[in-house]
């Protein structure tokens, strides 16, 4: 497979790729649309906000001496009259992680210009995510109920309340606004805002073009990415 | 030119303020000289490349001020020279720091044979507690504290009962013999500081901080709060006496325990209770009278 | 033969040797491969609102970022002078209690190091230079970018509101630890510090946008022929704290949000159990010594957010005055890399004393120690640069000079306390204070100085008057270096920092003449600096207009189309790259400076010894 | 603005050549049995360092895959993935230590604030 060039430019693959692309004038991460790297660098600064949230939590657990609540027992729904550890917890899950695979697919389908398929695929996600939002109102008002408070709870350390209402709660803001977003540019696709050239937007330069679609990609998953930390660190520990 | 010169005079300034000042150390009354010895020696390194490199851009100031003749050498790089710079400068920092990472193994590693002394602080003063006969100290908590519990002390801890109540901001201290500091607050950040002891550390609440030293000057010392804890923080003071082992033992014996407090706070009560009878009788015969 | 030098020119910055010797006079000589993107479009403003106001100009965005800063400088300072009138003559102003001295300690240093220095360096240079200096027409995303500043502008408002609310600003310290902060008795724990912690989230987020802006702009926005290793130090910089800010402020935001839940609805994520005033309160359970961790994670990098651009500037700087290329390129880029990253590793350093576990002394003072390395190479290259150099001693070189002068010292200082056991006798002193002071005090700020006398006739197309310019710079150089070296022996004798009064101890009496006398030089300082300002306003009314690159640098920024650059910075066409910014003195050249557009074509007889 | 050319439609976007959908079909089940599996570790309450293991092993793997394929990291040049993937060593340093420091302060709680701890 011969390598790929940008215009007087040999785009080699791994490390010699790296060097050569770092080496190089104009851009360092060769054919990436500038909203696109704006988003990755944008995450990676989130992530440092969700690892500086879970380190706390760490700390905050770890350290404390009284009981910690079992989250097994604390999050179990009762289903047919049983009690199921996590039940809810894991239909959360699958629901983050459809949503997942519904927006990879109109990613997918975004650059291959297939309006109609990016356009309801988008708009699955972003009802993935609205359900996921509902259950976690659910959960967090199931626990209210219970008497989970953020400054106490009747299952042992206090800290519980306060991390798990503190970190879901920004989890689930980010999932509320990538919910907007989603509406709005289910929106913009079938409304063909990336069609013929993109449509310039208010006030601004930017043109529409289908990478709006990866670069709103990027985000849900990293949402999703999130959730597989916070479900292994909050649920399972 | 006068740029030069007065940069030159800045140095030779700081230079001479540093030879005639009449600020500097108290004298050192604890086993911590390692720490001045390694800022000796840091500052003398350290000054020395302050004085050499500033020397140099005076030099260079005074040799290649502007001249339109003259042209600036053309070299973007000196590997060799580079190379040699890199490593001496690595060197001496790794010589300034070897001696401070050994002192500091000593001061995190409490010698088996000091006495333990628990520091409590708050808004805004001190006060002590020493182990009793059985050497240990008991354990505390924030919410037993109350007038007849000063310290707080776990009163089902076994340890706790001996322990020597000090509830004065001025404790006393035995010459040559190594304390273990324990520090705890009960609201905010504070620090047990005594200049002439050059140790130090953090009073946090909700957890126990520690340090030691060993006190090898009998005087009296002024102590200091050294982190800021409210408005008070500045007029936060205490007091240590380093006395000399008799002297120690006669201050230690006149000190009250805990078990002590409770039989007077028991003794109270009861006379309370007695005075509260008292007073019902006297109620009662008064509304008699009525 | 095309083929051949494309892959060479891919990759790495290509030697003389290599080009003359393949090339000769032959038209490829100068080949630089086409633009990978299409031009930015940009979006122009025609109402006076959508001009200066909302506008998304990078430059204007640039200056108004500046002037921002400058006014919470401003009252900084005035802080400072409050604090000095305080401690050097006690009871003087009966108006200063306690409260107030700790809430003018407060905000000094908040709006000193997030709001002035940050904002300054990153807001205001960064806007300016970066577009200019990689050859961009903007910054790929000027919406957003004109966001940044209007959130930065809110997060400024807020944070003066809090003077003006009941119990004032917080009165903390800086470093907000709590218990102190929240807990009642403390001066501003209401209001103040709330808004405090609004407005220091409101500049997260409000930075974000921006840094994303300049990380994307360097990274993904350079012009044709300019390489990483071809940007000015300047750049480099700049790019790196942006890196930094990136990373670190996500924990300052968490311990943000998080305190906020502890004050308002009673969490106890740094709070433990507190007895205040006979009073167990509803807290516990929570650690203090968290709050530490999170906020020095932040804290360290911030402080090479302030330092780094000025060591980028410092060296374009010293190289343009001294006519000489900057001394080592690649190492000073490597060293301005090397310390950020590091940065990251050494935050409990702030920490030794603070009750944490013991033995991270050991690791951080390490990690420390090694950061020591690479900030010695960027001095020693400062001094090899001006040496058999031809240096111009005008005010923008004075300014250098000063900074080679108080940021050794500073450096040095710093190598105290890094070193664990050192650090112990000395943390909380008055030394700690003279130490940051004179490393990320006033370092930055005679760098900050230099740049703008450098940079005033890009901006404005006037020169600042040079005589009032040494007053000034000497004014306030030697009135900053006997503020601030005499106060380290305040710090050897034993004196707790953040006292409101010496009190009565022998020891800190004795330094009472020494007190009076740094708070008359701090009063010198500041008062000097309105010769700056005098200076700027009788040069923008008669000051003589400044030629075209004036200063006769290389870099992309003095080689626009007008000058002051216009919207969209460099006309019809983007400038093309063939070398680095520091081609001072070329041996063989007609000039003593040699701009980067220059194509190779046009100096082949020159020794160019890098591209 | 000749020499400015713009590259032709076909050069422009060298990487984002589309993916077949069979991939991500697979990744989308592979993500749905890792977090079966890690629900099972709950479900049979595996204890200590099996469990950890266990969870982290779980939790890394459906990371990697949404990282690589859904986010597409997998096909991004490695300039991107560096950069991206670097400072993880900064957290990395961060979660060491304050796992020592919580270990640390809790050894001091239950030493100095419960009874029987000084003992």
Same mark, same amino acid.
């Given at each position: +497979? ?15 790729? +790296?060097?050569?692309?770092? $080496? !190089? ?31 706390? *939590?760490?700390? $905050?657990? $770890? ?21 199921v ?14 949503s ?18 990016c ?9 993935g ?5 509902? +259950? ?10 219970? $008497? ?13 309340? !306060? ?7 920004f ?22 805002? *990336? ?9 601004t330069? +930017? ?20 959730w597989?930390?916070i479900?292994?660190?909050? *649920?399972?520990? | ?9 800045v ?24 720490m ?11 000054? @020395? ?9 005076? #030099? ?5 001020? #502007? ?11 000196d ?7 890199t ?8 010589a300034?720091?070897?001696?401070g ?10 010698p088996?044979?000091s006495?333990?002394?628990?520091v ?6 001190w ?24 310290? @707080? ?47 130090k ?7 126990v ?79 008699e009278?009525? | 033969?095309s083929?051949?030098?494309? /892959? ?56 108004q ?14 802080l ?41 360096f ?9 577009p ?12 957003? %970018?004109?966001?940044?500043f ?26 907000l ?7 009642e ?14 407005s ?5 987020i ?6 994303? %802006? ?37 924990a ?16 106890s994520f ?8 006979g ?21 360290? &990098? ?22 000489? %290329? ?8 490597w060293?301005i ?8 590793f ?11 576990? &013991? ?12 950061i ?6 960027k001095v ?12 111009r001693? %005008? ?7 000063g ?15 890094? /070193? ?28 900050i ?63 009472v ?19 700056l ?47 680095w ?11 003593d ?11 082949v ?7 | ?15 984002e050549?589309?993916?077949k ?28 360092m099996?469990r ?17 394929? =859904?986010m ?7 300039a991107l ?5 670097w ?23 239950? =030493?100095?604030? =419960? ?5």
């Amino acid at each position: +497979m011969s390598d790929p060039k940008i215009d007087g430019f040999e785009l080699k693959p791994g490390f010699r790729g +790296m060097a050569s692309d770092t $080496g !190089s004038d104009q851009t360092m991460f060769k054919g990436v649309h500038w909203g696109k790297a704006m988003m990755w660098i944008f995450l990676l600064s989130d992530t440092f906000v969700f690892s500086c949230f879970l380190i706390a *939590y760490m700390k $905050g657990r $770890g350290s404390t001496p009284v009981e910690w609540p079992n989250p097994s027992e604390v999050f179990a729904l009762e289903a047919f009259g049983v009690p199921v550890p996590l039940l809810l917890i894991a239909l959360m899950t699958f629901v983050l992680i459809t949503s997942s695979g519904t927006m990879a697919l109109a990613v997918k389908y975004g650059y291959e210009k297939n309006r109609k398929m990016c356009g309801w695929l988008v708009l699955a996600t972003a009802i993935g995510g609205l359900t996921f939002v509902g +259950m976690q109102a659910y959960e967090w008002s199931k626990l209210i109920h219970e $008497g989970v408070r953020p400054w106490e709870n009747p299952f042992g350390a206090a800290q519980f309340g !306060s991390f798990f209402f503190m970190i879901t709660g920004f989890h689930g803001t980010h999932v509320s606004i990538g919910v907007i977003f989603l509406f709005i540019y289910a929106y913009k696709v079938f409304a063909g805002h *990336y069609e013929n050239g993109g449509k310039r937007g208010w006030f601004t330069t +930017m043109k529409g073009d289908y990478v709006e679609i990866e670069i709103l990609g990027l985000y849900w998953h990293f949402v999703d990415l999130v959730w597989v930390f916070i479900f292994a660190f909050f *649920y399972l520990w | 030119m006068h740029a030069g010169i007065i940069f030159f005079l800045v140095i030779l300034g700081s230079i001479l303020f540093h030879i005639f000042t009449p600020w500097y150390w108290t004298d050192i009354a604890s086993n911590w000289k390692g720490m001045d010895d390694t800022i000796t020696l840091t500052f003398w390194v350290g000054g @020395g490349v302050f004085v050499a490199v500033c020397l140099f851009m005076i #030099y260079c100031v005074f040799k290649y001020s #502007y001249k339109e003749d003259r042209k600036a050498e053309y070299k973007p790089e000196d590997k060799k020279l580079e190379k040699i710079l890199t490593v001496a400068t690595t060197l001496g920092v790794a010589a300034l720091l070897a001696p401070g990472l050994i002192i500091w193994n000593q001061y995190v590693n409490v010698p088996k044979n000091s006495i333990e002394i628990d520091v409590m602080a708050w808004q805004w003063g001190w006060q002590y507690r020493l182990p009793g006969n059985d050497g240990k100290l008991g354990t505390t908590k924030v919410v037993n504290i109350n007038d007849d519990n000063p310290f @707080g002390i776990n009163l089902d801890d076994p340890y706790g009962r001996d322990d020597i109540m000090v509830q004065s901001d001025i404790i006393n201290l035995e010459n040559n013999r190594p304390v273990k500091i324990l520090l705890r607050s009960v609201d905010v950040l504070h620090n047990w500081y005594v200049p002439q002891f050059r140790a130090k550390m953090d009073a946090v609440p909700g957890v126990v901080t520690y340090y030691w030293f060993e006190p090898n000057k009998v005087g009296e010392y002024e102590v200091l709060c050294a982190e800021y804890c409210g408005v008070g923080h500045y007029a936060m003071r205490g007091g240590v006496e380093v006395q000399d082992p008799n002297s120690y033992q006669e201050w230690l014996g006149e000190q009250e325990t805990f078990s002590d407090l409770l039989a007077k706070q028991n003794k109270e009560i009861e006379t309370k209770k007695v005075a509260k009878n008292n007073s019902n009788i006297e109620k009662v015969i008064y509304k008699e009278e009525k | 033969m095309s083929d051949e030098y494309e /892959n060479k020119s891919g990759y790495q910055a290509q030697s003389s040797e290599a080009l003359t010797g393949s090339a000769g006079s032959t038209p490829d000589m100068d080949y630089v491969r086409p633009a990978e993107l299409p031009e930015q479009d940009l979006y122009h403003g025609h109402t006076f609102l959508t001009k200066w106001v909302f506008c998304q100009d990078a430059k204007v965005i640039g200056v108004q970022y500046f002037l921002t800063a400058v006014f919470t400088g401003i009252v900084g300072l005035i802080l400072s002078w409050l604090m000095r009138l305080q401690l050097g003559f006690p009871g003087l102003a009966g108006f200063i209690t306690a409260e107030h001295y700790y809430q003018f300690v407060t905000m000094h240093g908040m709006i000193m190091v997030v709001y002035f220095l940050t904002a300054l360096f990153l807001g205001g240079f960064g806007n300016y230079l970066i577009p200019l200096m990689v050859g961009a027409r903007d910054m790929v995303f000027p919406y957003v %970018n004109m966001l940044s500043f209007w959130m930065f502008f809110v997060a400024v408002a807020v944070l003066m509101a809090s003077f003006f609310v009941p119990g004032g600003p917080t009165g903390a310290g800086w470093t907000l630890y709590p218990p102190q902060t929240i807990l009642e008795g403390t001066p501003g724990s209401g209001m103040g510090i709330l808004l405090m912690l609004v407005s220091l989230a409101l500049f997260v987020i409000g930075f974000t946008m921006g840094g994303l %802006n300049y990380m994307i702009t360097v990274l993904q926005a350079r012009t044709r022929g300019m390489t990483l290793m071809r940007m000015p130090l300047t750049v480099w910089g700049i790019f790196t704290a942006t890196v930094l800010a990136m990373l670190a402020f996500p924990a300052l935001l968490v311990s943000a949000i998080m305190m906020t839940l502890d004050k308002v609805i009673g969490t106890s994520f740094f709070m433990p159990t507190i007895l205040k005033a006979g009073e167990v309160l509803e807290y516990g359970g929570g650690s203090p010594i968290l709050f530490q961790h999170l906020f020095w994670f932040f804290g360290h &990098p911030e402080v090479y957010i302030v330092a780094l651009p000025a060591f980028g500037i410092v060296s374009d700087l010293i190289s343009v005055h001294a006519r000489k %290329n900057i001394f080592g390129y690649r190492m000073m880029v490597w060293a301005i890399v090397g310390i950020g990253a590091l940065s990251f590793f050494v935050w409990a350093h702030h920490m030794y004393v603070s009750g944490m576990n &013991p033995w991270f002394g050991f690791f951080f003072a390490t990690t420390t120690l090694i950061i020591a390395v690479p900030t010695a190479m960027k001095v020693y290259n400062w001094i090899l640069t001006l040496w058999r150099g031809n240096i111009r001693i %005008n005010t923008v070189m004075l300014w250098c000079l000063g900074f080679i002068v108080t940021f050794v010292n500073g450096g040095i200082t710093g190598i105290f306390l890094g /070193n664990v056991s050192v650090d112990v006798p000395l943390s909380d002193t008055y030394f700690v204070v003279a130490h940051f002071h004179m490393v990320m005090g006033i370092a930055p700020v005679m760098v900050i100085m230099g740049a703008v006398y450098h940079w005033f006739p890009l901006i404005t197309g006037r020169l600042l008057n040079e005589t009032l310019g040494k007053w000034h710079f000497w004014a306030t150089f030697l009135g900053a270096y006997s503020i601030y070296f005499p106060m380290h022996y305040l710090g050897f004798i034993g004196v707790p920092r953040r006292y409101y009064e010496m009190y009565d101890s022998p020891y800190m009496t004795s330094a009472v003449g020494m007190n009076e006398f740094i708070s008359l030089a701090a009063f010198l300082v500041g008062a000097a600096q309105f010769i700056l300002i005098f200076n700027i306003i009788k040069t923008l009314k008669t000051g003589k207009p400044a030629p075209k690159n004036p200063w006769k640098a290389n870099s992309l920024e003095w080689h626009t189309s007008t000058q002051p650059p216009e919207h969209g910075n460099f006309g019809e066409r983007l400038p093309v790259v063939h070398r680095w910014p520091y081609d001072f003195s070329v041996p063989g050249a007609k000039d003593d400076f040699i701009p980067q557009t220059t194509p190779p074509s046009e100096v082949v007889h020159t020794k160019v010894e890098k591209t | 603005m000749d020499d400015t050319n713009q590259i032709n439609e076909k050069d422009k976007k060298p990487v984002e050549s589309t993916h077949k959908i069979g991939i991500y079909l697979w990744i989308w089940g592979l993500l749905f049995v890792l977090s079966f599996f890690s629900y099972m570790v709950d479900w049979y309450q595996f204890q200590g360092m099996l469990r950890w293991s266990l969870i982290l092993f779980f939790m890394f793997a459906k990371a990697g895959l949404i990282m690589a394929f =859904f986010m597409h990291l997998f096909w991004e040049r490695y300039a991107l993935v560096n950069v991206l993937l670097w400072p993880m060593t900064a957290i990395a340093c961060f979660v060491f230590l304050m796992a020592a420091e919580f270990e640390y302060t809790l050894f001091s709680r239950m =030493f100095y604030f =419960f009874v029987g701890g000084g003992a």
